[in-house]
């Protein structure tokens, strides 16, 4: 071989592909980390990176970097010496925030961990028991549906003359609750009922209870138990169990 001999191809292609996906990953753990320092949770005052880095006790340098990258990325405002939530980041990132999704970025780890590890996982089949994965996604169901896909459904639901009449309905599967919720807030006279494992149902009366509703839980399995009943309208959304 001589040195001075090109490659039949250039590898510059190959190199931004790279590159590319590996400054998603740099992202996603830089956005990760945040969330998981809390950094969303204090700016919603402006503050200065040295106050920053002094209330999380690290280097001030990596925390000044830490800041501006996030600002770039449109989480922060950032004038003169002082940075703050940017509006999306005061909706969907702050824990105190109605709408966070600080569960719904998190729970993205497991997937990474996944694709780290590729070789291993396409040798091996990955499976997770129902009691242990149910709860768990629930609140990342929940977070994720709050943020604007619960609003577009049952807007679409109501809208209906028969969802209007209707005095029952049973939400199969319903995990987190919150569309029964959500329609029972708009009609009032509908009683719904929420049907899922006795596991998941702690979670979703915890949601029941938050919003002051009425809405009543069947605890089953969809796959063997009976419902329990005749309703106007069965409902089922975003079933991980392939309802």
Same mark, same amino acid.
């Given at each position: 071989m001589n040195i001075n001999d090109r490659p039949d191809v250039s590898a510059e292609k190959l190199q %931004?592909? +790279?590159?590319?996906?590996? @400054?998603?990953?740099?992202?996603?753990?830089?956005?990760?980390? *945040? $969330?998981? &320092?809390?950094? #969303?949770?204090?700016? @919603?005052?402006?503050?200065?990176? /040295?106050?920053? *880095?002094? /209330?999380? %006790?690290?280097?001030?340098?990596?925390?000044?970097?830490? &800041?501006?990258? +996030?600002? /770039?990325?449109?989480?922060?405002?950032?004038?003169?010496?002082? !940075?703050?939530? *940017?509006?999306?980041?005061?909706?969907?990132?702050?824990?105190?925030?109605? !709408?966070?999704? @600080? /569960?719904?970025?998190?729970?993205?780890?497991?997937? +990474?961990?996944?694709?780290? @590890?590729?070789?291993?996982?396409?040798?091996?089949?990955?499976?997770?028991?129902?009691? *242990? #994965?149910?709860?768990? $996604?629930i609140q990342v169901m929940a977070e994720n549906c709050l943020s604007g896909k619960l609003h577009d459904t049952v807007d679409l639901v109501a809208d209906c003359d028969e969802f209007k009449s209707s005095k029952t309905l049973l939400d199969v599967g319903g995990g987190h609750g919150l569309y029964s919720i959500a329609f029972s807030q708009m009609n009032p006279d509908l009683q719904c009922y929420v049907f899922d494992f006795p596991e998941v149902l702690k979670e979703t009366q915890k949601f029941i209870e938050k919003y002051s509703s009425s809405v009543l839980t069947i605890p089953g399995n969809f796959y063997r138990d009976d419902f329990g009943g005749s309703y106007d309208i069965i409902f089922s959304s975003y079933n991980p169990g392939g309802g």
């Open positions: %931004g592909t +790279v590159e590319n996906a590996l @400054n998603g990953l740099k992202i996603f753990n830089l956005l990760k980390t *945040s $969330i998981e &320092l809390g950094i #969303f949770d204090i700016l @919603n005052e402006p503050i200065s990176c /040295k106050q920053v *880095s002094n /209330k999380l %006790g690290i280097e001030p340098i990596l925390t000044y970097y830490l &800041l501006e990258i +996030v600002a /770039k990325l449109g989480l922060m405002d950032k004038t003169g010496k002082f !940075y703050k939530n *940017s509006k999306i980041a005061e909706v969907f990132l702050n824990s105190e925030s109605d !709408y966070n999704r @600080n /569960k719904c970025i998190l729970s993205l780890e497991g997937n +990474v961990d996944l694709w780290n @590890n590729l070789n291993h996982t396409l040798h091996g089949k990955i499976s997770l028991e129902d009691e *242990s #994965f149910f709860p768990e $996604i």
